[in-house]
């Protein structure tokens, strides 16, 4: 759980973000990552399995016992998303 309190929250760049949904933005991301993914998967599969294992290790010392799964398998999977990203040109 996270708390948020008064002013946690940039309203303009919330509304920015909501724009940008409404205008169909991130449906498009989403739509390319998906035919990227389709074409490799096997490939991603299995590396991002190895990365979560990996990330798991790390996360060793959390407070619950399920967060270091949680951990490796979010950590890996953004690892595909931005590997996703670099290779269409959206990020360095």
């Known amino acids: 759980m996270v708390e948020v309190a008064p002013g946690d929250v940039d309203v303009s760049a919330l509304t920015r973000c909501q724009e940008a949904a409404a205008a169909g933005l991130y449906a498009q991301a989403l739509a390319a990552y998906v035919r ?35 951990a490796g398998k979010l950590g890996a999977g953004l690892g595909v998303f931005l590997r996703f990203a670099q290779e269409v040109g959206v990020i360095a």
């Open 36 to 70: 990227w993914l389709a074409g490799r998967l096997d490939a991603v599969r299995g590396e991002a399995v190895a990365e979560a294992g990996r990330l798991r290790d790390q996360a060793q010392r959390a407070a619950h016992p399920r967060t270091p799964d949680i």
